[in-house]
Protein backbone atom coordinates (compact mmCIF):
# COMPACT_ATOMS: atom_id res chain seq x y z
CA UNK A 1 0.00 0.00 0.00
CA UNK A 2 1.55 3.02 -0.92
CA UNK A 3 2.35 6.08 1.40
CA UNK A 4 -0.58 7.75 0.62
CA UNK A 5 -3.27 5.50 1.08
CA UNK A 6 -1.21 4.76 4.54
CA UNK A 7 -1.73 8.69 5.29
CA UNK A 8 -5.22 8.29 4.12
CA UNK A 9 -6.30 5.38 6.33
CA UNK A 10 -4.41 7.27 9.38
CA UNK A 11 -6.53 10.40 8.86
CA UNK A 12 -9.95 8.66 8.25
CA UNK A 13 -8.91 6.53 11.74
CA UNK A 14 -8.28 9.26 13.79
CA UNK A 15 -11.66 10.99 12.62
CA UNK A 16 -13.54 7.85 13.06
CA UNK A 17 -12.58 6.99 16.43
CA UNK A 18 -12.97 10.64 17.27
CA UNK A 19 -16.79 10.68 15.66
CA UNK A 20 -17.22 6.84 17.26
CA UNK A 21 -16.60 8.65 21.09
CA UNK A 22 -18.83 11.70 19.70
CA UNK A 23 -21.21 8.79 18.73
CA UNK A 24 -21.59 7.13 22.01
CA UNK A 25 -21.45 10.24 24.10
CA UNK A 26 -24.64 11.40 22.07
CA UNK A 27 -25.71 7.84 22.68
CA UNK A 28 -25.61 8.05 26.16
CA UNK A 29 -26.85 11.76 26.52
CA UNK A 30 -29.70 10.74 24.18
CA UNK A 31 -30.75 7.21 26.57
CA UNK A 32 -29.90 8.55 29.91
CA UNK A 33 -30.61 12.15 29.88
CA UNK A 34 -34.19 11.91 29.65
CA UNK A 35 -34.55 9.01 31.52
CA UNK A 36 -32.98 10.38 35.08
CA UNK A 37 -34.82 14.16 34.52
CA UNK A 38 -37.93 16.05 33.81
CA UNK A 39 -39.48 16.07 30.70
CA UNK A 40 -39.75 20.34 30.81
CA UNK A 41 -36.16 20.27 32.39
CA UNK A 42 -35.41 17.92 29.17
CA UNK A 43 -36.96 20.84 26.79
CA UNK A 44 -34.93 23.04 28.48
CA UNK A 45 -31.43 21.15 27.54
CA UNK A 46 -32.89 20.24 23.91
CA UNK A 47 -33.71 24.38 23.87
CA UNK A 48 -29.86 25.64 24.59
CA UNK A 49 -28.72 23.02 22.34
CA UNK A 50 -31.00 24.75 19.49
CA UNK A 51 -30.37 27.54 19.73
CA UNK A 52 -26.92 27.44 20.60
CA UNK A 53 -26.44 25.45 17.09
CA UNK A 54 -27.22 28.98 15.32
CA UNK A 55 -24.02 30.74 16.88
CA UNK A 56 -21.87 30.05 13.78
CA UNK A 57 -24.12 33.35 12.55
CA UNK A 58 -21.92 35.90 14.81
CA UNK A 59 -18.43 35.34 12.82
CA UNK A 60 -19.79 36.28 9.63
CA UNK A 61 -18.43 33.90 7.28
CA UNK A 62 -14.68 34.89 8.53
CA UNK A 63 -14.07 30.91 9.94
CA UNK A 64 -15.57 29.47 6.12
CA UNK A 65 -13.56 31.68 3.98
CA UNK A 66 -10.42 31.16 6.12
CA UNK A 67 -11.57 27.22 5.23
CA UNK A 68 -12.29 27.87 1.60
CA UNK A 69 -9.32 29.82 0.75
CA UNK A 70 -6.60 28.15 2.38
CA UNK A 71 -7.91 24.58 2.34
CA UNK A 72 -5.66 22.16 0.71
CA UNK A 73 -1.98 24.03 1.95
CA UNK A 74 0.23 23.00 4.23
CA UNK A 75 -0.26 24.35 7.97
CA UNK A 76 3.64 25.46 7.29
CA UNK A 77 2.75 27.63 4.34
CA UNK A 78 0.64 29.59 6.61
CA UNK A 79 1.82 32.88 7.31
CA UNK A 80 1.46 33.23 11.23
CA UNK A 81 1.31 36.70 11.81
CA UNK A 82 -1.57 36.98 9.95
CA UNK A 83 -3.20 34.53 11.16
CA UNK A 84 -2.19 35.52 14.37
CA UNK A 85 -4.02 39.14 13.97
CA UNK A 86 -6.36 37.39 12.71
CA UNK A 87 -7.13 35.16 15.61
CA UNK A 88 -7.96 37.60 18.27
CA UNK A 89 -9.66 40.23 15.85
CA UNK A 90 -11.90 37.48 15.55
CA UNK A 91 -11.81 37.13 19.71
CA UNK A 92 -12.52 40.15 20.06
CA UNK A 93 -15.33 40.74 17.50
CA UNK A 94 -17.05 37.44 19.54
CA UNK A 95 -16.56 38.78 22.70
CA UNK A 96 -18.44 42.36 21.92
CA UNK A 97 -21.40 40.47 20.46
CA UNK A 98 -21.52 38.30 23.02
CA UNK A 99 -22.16 41.15 25.55
CA UNK A 100 -24.66 42.65 23.25
CA UNK A 101 -26.55 39.13 24.00
CA UNK A 102 -26.43 39.52 27.37
CA UNK A 103 -27.83 42.92 27.65
CA UNK A 104 -30.82 42.47 25.43
CA UNK A 105 -31.78 39.52 26.71
CA UNK A 106 -32.32 40.89 30.12
CA UNK A 107 -35.01 43.07 27.96
CA UNK A 108 -36.31 40.46 25.09
CA UNK A 109 -37.74 37.71 28.02
CA UNK A 110 -38.95 38.05 31.87
CA UNK A 111 -38.93 34.04 31.59
CA UNK A 112 -35.71 33.31 34.15
CA UNK A 113 -34.98 30.06 32.03
CA UNK A 114 -34.84 31.53 28.77
CA UNK A 115 -33.30 34.28 30.16
CA UNK A 116 -30.43 31.68 31.57
CA UNK A 117 -30.04 29.98 28.15
CA UNK A 118 -29.97 33.04 25.76
CA UNK A 119 -26.70 34.32 28.19
CA UNK A 120 -25.01 30.85 27.97
CA UNK A 121 -25.35 30.64 24.35
CA UNK A 122 -23.80 33.89 24.44
CA UNK A 123 -20.79 32.85 26.42
CA UNK A 124 -20.82 29.63 24.02
CA UNK A 125 -20.69 31.45 20.89
CA UNK A 126 -16.83 33.27 21.81
CA UNK A 127 -15.71 29.92 22.84
CA UNK A 128 -16.98 28.23 19.18
CA UNK A 129 -16.94 30.43 17.26
CA UNK A 130 -12.79 31.05 18.09
CA UNK A 131 -12.29 27.46 18.64
CA UNK A 132 -14.08 26.90 14.59
CA UNK A 133 -11.29 29.69 13.32
CA UNK A 134 -8.63 26.69 14.83
CA UNK A 135 -10.43 23.82 13.91
CA UNK A 136 -10.56 25.32 10.31
CA UNK A 137 -6.91 26.13 9.65
CA UNK A 138 -6.34 22.40 11.25
CA UNK A 139 -9.18 20.34 8.73
CA UNK A 140 -7.86 22.86 5.82
CA UNK A 141 -3.95 21.77 6.45
CA UNK A 142 -4.63 18.04 6.94
CA UNK A 143 -3.60 18.60 10.47
CA UNK A 144 -6.41 15.37 11.22
CA UNK A 145 -5.06 13.86 14.41
CA UNK A 146 -5.18 17.14 15.60
CA UNK A 147 -8.63 17.69 14.93
CA UNK A 148 -9.41 14.69 16.28
CA UNK A 149 -8.06 14.79 19.91
CA UNK A 150 -9.55 18.69 20.04
CA UNK A 151 -13.28 17.30 18.87
CA UNK A 152 -12.75 13.73 21.52
CA UNK A 153 -11.60 16.25 24.54
CA UNK A 154 -14.64 18.42 24.01
CA UNK A 155 -17.05 15.36 23.98
CA UNK A 156 -15.26 13.07 26.73
CA UNK A 157 -14.90 16.06 29.64
CA UNK A 158 -18.24 16.48 28.72
CA UNK A 159 -19.77 13.59 29.17
CA UNK A 160 -17.73 12.53 32.37
CA UNK A 161 -19.06 15.60 34.18
CA UNK A 162 -22.84 14.93 32.92
CA UNK A 163 -22.00 11.15 34.26
CA UNK A 164 -20.84 12.69 38.04
CA UNK A 165 -23.70 15.19 37.79
CA UNK A 166 -26.12 11.99 37.63
CA UNK A 167 -24.22 9.77 40.02
CA UNK A 168 -24.96 12.44 42.51
CA UNK A 169 -28.60 12.98 41.80
CA UNK A 170 -28.23 16.24 40.15
CA UNK A 171 -30.81 16.73 38.00
CA UNK A 172 -30.53 20.76 37.15
CA UNK A 173 -30.36 21.18 33.40
CA UNK A 174 -28.36 24.52 34.09
CA UNK A 175 -25.45 22.56 35.21
CA UNK A 176 -25.48 19.97 32.22
CA UNK A 177 -25.35 23.35 30.53
CA UNK A 178 -22.40 24.41 32.35
CA UNK A 179 -20.52 20.50 31.70
CA UNK A 180 -21.05 21.63 27.68
CA UNK A 181 -19.62 24.73 28.36
CA UNK A 182 -16.35 23.89 30.21
CA UNK A 183 -15.91 21.25 27.70
CA UNK A 184 -16.10 23.52 24.76
CA UNK A 185 -13.57 25.67 27.16
CA UNK A 186 -10.94 23.19 27.83
CA UNK A 187 -10.98 21.88 23.88
CA UNK A 188 -10.36 25.40 23.08
CA UNK A 189 -7.47 25.62 25.26
CA UNK A 190 -5.72 22.63 23.65
CA UNK A 191 -6.37 23.83 20.30
CA UNK A 192 -4.85 27.27 21.06
CA UNK A 193 -1.85 24.63 21.94
CA UNK A 194 -1.71 23.18 18.65
CA UNK A 195 -1.90 26.44 16.78
CA UNK A 196 0.44 28.16 19.47
CA UNK A 197 2.60 29.57 16.84
CA UNK A 198 -0.13 31.24 15.60
CA UNK A 199 -2.28 32.05 19.16
CA UNK A 200 0.62 33.35 21.25
CA UNK A 201 3.03 35.94 19.77
CA UNK A 202 4.65 38.88 21.11
CA UNK A 203 1.64 42.08 21.30
CA UNK A 204 4.25 43.74 18.48
CA UNK A 205 3.26 41.12 15.93
CA UNK A 206 -0.18 42.16 15.75
CA UNK A 207 -1.96 44.49 13.16
CA UNK A 208 -5.02 45.31 12.10
CA UNK A 209 -5.60 42.71 8.61
CA UNK A 210 -9.03 44.36 7.73
CA UNK A 211 -8.21 43.73 4.23
CA UNK A 212 -7.86 40.20 4.94
CA UNK A 213 -10.86 39.54 7.26
CA UNK A 214 -13.01 41.59 4.38
CA UNK A 215 -11.58 39.00 1.98
CA UNK A 216 -12.34 35.98 4.17
CA UNK A 217 -15.52 37.56 5.43
CA UNK A 218 -16.47 38.39 1.24
CA UNK A 219 -15.63 34.39 0.71
CA UNK A 220 -16.79 32.45 3.48
CA UNK A 221 -20.08 34.84 4.02
CA UNK A 222 -21.89 32.68 1.01
CA UNK A 223 -20.93 29.42 2.46
CA UNK A 224 -21.92 30.42 6.23
CA UNK A 225 -25.14 31.31 5.26
CA UNK A 226 -25.40 28.03 2.95
CA UNK A 227 -24.71 26.06 6.30
CA UNK A 228 -26.98 28.38 8.07
CA UNK A 229 -30.27 28.03 5.48
CA UNK A 230 -29.75 24.06 5.52
CA UNK A 231 -29.66 24.55 9.93
CA UNK A 232 -32.70 26.52 9.77
CA UNK A 233 -34.28 24.15 7.04
CA UNK A 234 -35.07 21.68 9.99
CA UNK A 235 -34.68 24.17 12.63
CA UNK A 236 -37.90 26.66 11.44
CA UNK A 237 -39.64 23.79 12.09
CA UNK A 238 -38.43 22.75 15.68
CA UNK A 239 -39.24 26.87 15.81
CA UNK A 240 -42.44 26.30 15.02
CA UNK A 241 -43.48 23.05 17.05
CA UNK A 242 -41.26 24.85 20.61
CA UNK A 243 -43.69 28.17 19.72
CA UNK A 244 -47.04 26.49 18.92
CA UNK A 245 -46.73 23.85 21.38
CA UNK A 246 -45.17 23.49 25.39
CA UNK A 247 -41.61 22.97 25.89
CA UNK A 248 -42.37 19.27 26.47
CA UNK A 249 -43.13 18.53 23.34
CA UNK A 250 -40.60 20.23 21.99
CA UNK A 251 -38.40 18.28 24.05
CA UNK A 252 -39.52 15.12 22.81
CA UNK A 253 -39.65 15.96 18.95
CA UNK A 254 -36.00 16.83 19.87
CA UNK A 255 -35.71 13.36 21.31
CA UNK A 256 -36.71 11.36 17.86
CA UNK A 257 -34.53 14.11 15.94
CA UNK A 258 -31.63 13.51 18.09
CA UNK A 259 -32.02 9.35 17.64
CA UNK A 260 -32.10 9.64 13.64
CA UNK A 261 -29.26 11.98 13.70
CA UNK A 262 -26.61 9.68 15.17
CA UNK A 263 -25.53 7.83 12.32
CA UNK A 264 -24.69 11.46 11.20
CA UNK A 265 -21.42 11.12 13.01
CA UNK A 266 -19.65 8.52 11.29
CA UNK A 267 -20.63 10.29 7.57
CA UNK A 268 -18.64 13.39 9.41
CA UNK A 269 -15.88 11.17 9.69
CA UNK A 270 -15.31 10.50 6.12
CA UNK A 271 -16.28 14.44 5.15
CA UNK A 272 -14.04 15.92 7.43
CA UNK A 273 -10.70 14.39 5.65
CA UNK A 274 -12.37 14.72 1.80
CA UNK A 275 -12.26 18.08 1.51
CA UNK A 276 -8.69 18.81 1.57
CA UNK A 277 -8.49 15.36 -0.36
CA UNK A 278 -10.54 16.66 -2.96
CA UNK A 279 -9.16 19.91 -3.42
CA UNK A 280 -5.50 18.23 -4.45
CA UNK A 281 -7.63 15.46 -6.51
CA UNK A 282 -7.08 15.56 -10.12
CA UNK A 283 -10.80 17.10 -12.04
CA UNK A 284 -11.17 14.65 -14.40
CA UNK A 285 -11.24 12.01 -11.62
CA UNK A 286 -13.84 13.77 -9.68
CA UNK A 287 -17.03 12.73 -11.53
CA UNK A 288 -15.73 8.33 -11.01
CA UNK A 289 -14.98 9.14 -7.26
CA UNK A 290 -18.59 10.51 -6.98
CA UNK A 291 -20.22 7.07 -8.42
CA UNK A 292 -18.03 4.97 -6.22
CA UNK A 293 -18.68 7.04 -2.75
CA UNK A 294 -22.01 7.53 -3.62
CA UNK A 295 -23.02 3.61 -4.52
CA UNK A 296 -21.23 2.75 -1.35
CA UNK A 297 -22.79 4.79 0.94
CA UNK A 298 -26.10 4.81 -0.27
CA UNK A 299 -26.25 0.77 0.08
CA UNK A 300 -24.88 1.34 4.08
CA UNK A 301 -27.32 4.16 4.62
CA UNK A 302 -30.45 2.28 3.32
CA UNK A 303 -29.37 -1.35 4.82
CA UNK A 304 -29.17 1.32 8.62
CA UNK A 305 -33.11 1.68 7.95
CA UNK A 306 -33.75 -1.94 8.77
CA UNK A 307 -32.43 -1.05 12.63
CA UNK A 308 -35.19 1.53 13.03
CA UNK A 309 -38.12 -0.77 14.25
CA UNK A 310 -35.62 -2.70 16.95
CA UNK A 311 -34.46 0.60 17.94
CA UNK A 312 -37.66 1.41 18.03
CA UNK A 313 -38.90 -1.24 20.83
CA UNK A 314 -35.62 -1.08 22.82
CA UNK A 315 -36.09 2.64 22.98
CA UNK A 316 -40.25 2.65 23.95
CA UNK A 317 -38.88 0.18 26.54
CA UNK A 318 -36.15 2.31 28.22
CA UNK A 319 -38.12 5.90 27.93
CA UNK A 320 -41.94 5.12 28.27
CA UNK A 321 -42.51 8.72 28.85
CA UNK A 322 -41.27 9.09 25.50
CA UNK A 323 -43.29 6.40 24.00
CA UNK A 324 -45.59 8.13 22.44
CA UNK A 325 -43.18 10.68 20.83
CA UNK A 326 -41.13 7.70 19.27
CA UNK A 327 -44.29 6.86 16.69
CA UNK A 328 -42.67 10.13 14.90
CA UNK A 329 -38.84 8.49 14.73
CA UNK A 330 -41.23 6.57 11.40
CA UNK A 331 -41.00 10.05 10.01
CA UNK A 332 -38.12 11.70 10.56
CA UNK A 333 -35.64 8.33 10.91
CA UNK A 334 -34.54 8.34 6.95
CA UNK A 335 -33.35 12.11 7.33
CA UNK A 336 -29.93 10.84 8.28
CA UNK A 337 -29.72 9.67 4.20
CA UNK A 338 -30.55 13.01 2.68
CA UNK A 339 -28.37 14.55 5.20
CA UNK A 340 -25.78 12.20 5.02
CA UNK A 341 -25.09 12.45 1.07
CA UNK A 342 -25.02 15.99 1.61
CA UNK A 343 -22.45 16.21 3.80
CA UNK A 344 -20.19 13.65 2.76
CA UNK A 345 -20.65 14.22 -1.38
CA UNK A 346 -22.82 17.10 -2.43
CA UNK A 347 -21.92 19.78 0.17
CA UNK A 348 -18.05 18.81 -0.16
CA UNK A 349 -17.91 18.63 -3.80
CA UNK A 350 -19.37 21.77 -3.87
CA UNK A 351 -17.29 23.32 -1.72
CA UNK A 352 -13.93 21.77 -3.60
CA UNK A 353 -15.26 22.70 -6.84
CA UNK A 354 -15.98 26.39 -5.44
CA UNK A 355 -19.01 26.35 -6.33
CA UNK A 356 -20.87 28.06 -2.64
CA UNK A 357 -23.19 30.60 -4.50
CA UNK A 358 -25.13 27.27 -5.95
CA UNK A 359 -25.21 25.81 -2.22
CA UNK A 360 -26.97 29.18 -1.16
CA UNK A 361 -28.99 29.02 -3.78
CA UNK A 362 -30.24 25.75 -2.97
CA UNK A 363 -30.65 25.69 0.97
CA UNK A 364 -32.15 29.29 0.45
CA UNK A 365 -34.58 28.14 -1.92
CA UNK A 366 -35.61 24.73 0.47
CA UNK A 367 -35.21 27.09 3.77
CA UNK A 368 -38.14 29.24 2.17
CA UNK A 369 -40.39 26.41 1.44
CA UNK A 370 -39.13 25.34 5.05
CA UNK A 371 -41.12 28.75 6.12
CA UNK A 372 -43.81 28.17 4.11
CA UNK A 373 -44.60 24.40 5.12
CA UNK A 374 -44.18 25.41 9.50
CA UNK A 375 -46.90 28.33 8.75
CA UNK A 376 -49.40 26.09 7.52
CA UNK A 377 -48.87 23.00 9.69
CA UNK A 378 -48.04 25.07 12.60
CA UNK A 379 -50.30 27.85 12.88
CA UNK A 380 -52.83 27.54 9.94
CA UNK A 381 -53.66 23.93 10.34
CA UNK A 382 -52.13 22.79 13.75
CA UNK A 383 -50.76 19.20 12.99
CA UNK A 384 -47.73 18.19 14.21
CA UNK A 385 -48.04 14.93 12.43
CA UNK A 386 -47.61 16.98 9.45
CA UNK A 387 -45.24 19.43 10.97
CA UNK A 388 -43.07 16.59 11.32
CA UNK A 389 -44.19 14.62 8.55
CA UNK A 390 -42.24 17.67 5.96
CA UNK A 391 -39.05 17.57 7.89
CA UNK A 392 -37.68 14.51 5.52
CA UNK A 393 -39.80 15.68 2.53
CA UNK A 394 -37.56 18.88 2.93
CA UNK A 395 -34.53 16.79 3.03
CA UNK A 396 -35.57 15.06 -0.11
CA UNK A 397 -35.89 18.14 -1.74
CA UNK A 398 -32.81 19.66 -1.26
CA UNK A 399 -31.15 16.29 -1.74
CA UNK A 400 -32.50 15.92 -5.40
CA UNK A 401 -32.37 19.35 -6.46
CA UNK A 402 -28.30 19.54 -5.36
CA UNK A 403 -27.93 16.14 -7.50
CA UNK A 404 -29.94 17.74 -10.60
CA UNK A 405 -26.82 20.59 -9.89
CA UNK A 406 -24.45 18.41 -9.16
CA UNK A 407 -24.78 15.59 -11.92
CA UNK A 408 -25.02 18.70 -14.65
CA UNK A 409 -21.33 20.10 -13.47
CA UNK A 410 -19.52 16.15 -13.10
CA UNK A 411 -21.89 15.52 -16.46
CA UNK A 412 -22.73 12.14 -15.31
CA UNK A 413 -26.36 10.54 -14.40
CA UNK A 414 -28.29 10.18 -11.28
CA UNK A 415 -31.98 9.94 -12.20
CA UNK A 416 -32.37 5.94 -11.54
CA UNK A 417 -30.54 6.06 -8.38
CA UNK A 418 -32.60 9.21 -6.91
CA UNK A 419 -35.73 7.30 -7.96
CA UNK A 420 -34.82 3.97 -6.24
CA UNK A 421 -33.84 6.11 -3.18
CA UNK A 422 -37.05 8.02 -2.75
CA UNK A 423 -39.16 4.87 -3.61
CA UNK A 424 -37.49 3.06 -0.84
CA UNK A 425 -37.72 5.96 1.59
CA UNK A 426 -41.43 6.28 0.72
CA UNK A 427 -42.02 2.20 1.58
CA UNK A 428 -40.29 2.74 4.56
CA UNK A 429 -42.01 5.68 5.69
CA UNK A 430 -45.49 4.15 5.04
CA UNK A 431 -44.61 0.91 6.05
CA UNK A 432 -43.19 2.48 9.66
CA UNK A 433 -46.60 4.52 9.93
CA UNK A 434 -49.13 2.37 9.74
CA UNK A 435 -47.57 -0.96 10.43
CA UNK A 436 -46.56 -1.01 13.96
CA UNK A 437 -44.82 -3.98 14.53
CA UNK A 438 -42.23 -6.67 12.98
CA UNK A 439 -43.94 -7.00 9.80
CA UNK A 440 -42.34 -3.46 9.18
CA UNK A 441 -39.15 -5.18 9.03
CA UNK A 442 -39.78 -7.48 6.75
CA UNK A 443 -42.12 -5.10 4.40
CA UNK A 444 -38.45 -2.79 3.77
CA UNK A 445 -36.56 -5.50 3.84
CA UNK A 446 -38.32 -7.05 0.87
CA UNK A 447 -37.61 -3.49 -1.28
CA UNK A 448 -33.90 -2.99 0.09
CA UNK A 449 -33.47 -6.53 -1.36
CA UNK A 450 -35.31 -5.11 -4.40
CA UNK A 451 -32.64 -2.45 -4.66
CA UNK A 452 -29.41 -4.64 -3.92
CA UNK A 453 -30.83 -6.62 -7.02
CA UNK A 454 -30.95 -3.53 -9.85
CA UNK A 455 -28.04 -2.34 -7.93
CA UNK A 456 -26.20 -5.32 -8.14
CA UNK A 457 -23.72 -4.33 -11.22
CA UNK A 458 -23.51 -0.78 -10.14
CA UNK A 459 -22.52 -2.37 -6.75
CA UNK A 460 -19.46 -4.93 -7.73
CA UNK A 461 -17.97 -2.26 -10.54
CA UNK A 462 -17.58 0.03 -6.80
CA UNK A 463 -15.87 -2.61 -4.73
CA UNK A 464 -13.54 -3.17 -7.57
CA UNK A 465 -13.33 0.41 -8.15
CA UNK A 466 -12.10 1.14 -4.17
CA UNK A 467 -8.38 0.26 -4.76
CA UNK A 468 -8.67 3.23 -7.45
CA UNK A 469 -10.08 5.51 -5.39
CA UNK A 470 -7.64 5.10 -2.86
CA UNK A 471 -4.85 5.73 -5.06
CA UNK A 472 -6.43 8.95 -6.42
CA UNK A 473 -6.52 10.35 -2.88
CA UNK A 474 -3.26 12.39 -2.23
CA UNK A 475 -2.30 14.04 1.13
Known amino acids: ?19 LISLIVSALVVLIIPKLIGVEEYGFWQLYLFYSSYVGFMHFGWNDGIYLRY ?7 LNKQLFFSQFWMLVFSQAVIAVLIFIFSVYITADNNRLFILQMVGLVLVIVNTRYMLLFILQA ?6 YAYITMMDRLVYIVLI ?14 VAADLVGKGISLTYAMYCCKDI ?21 GIKLMFANIASILIIGVIRFGIERSWDVA ?16 IFINAVGIIMFPILRRTDKDKLPNIYIIMRDFLMVILLGILLAYYPLKVIMSAWLPQYAESLMYMALVFPMF ?3 GKMALLINTYLKALRKEKIMLSINLISLVLSLFVTVITTKMLGNLDLAIGSIVALLAFRSVLS ?7 LKISMHKDIILELALTLIFILSGWFINSWHMVLVYGMGYIFYIIIKKKDLIRTMSSIKVLIKAKEC
Open 141 to 146: TNRIKN
Open 163 to 176: ILFLVFGIRDYKLM
Open 199 to 219: VFQTITEFYFSCSEAIKNISV
Open 249 to 264: TFGKVSLTLSVSNLTM
Open 403 to 409: EVFISKI
Open 1 to 19: MNGKAISFIKNFSYTLISN
Open 337 to 339: IYE
Open 71 to 77: GGKRYEE
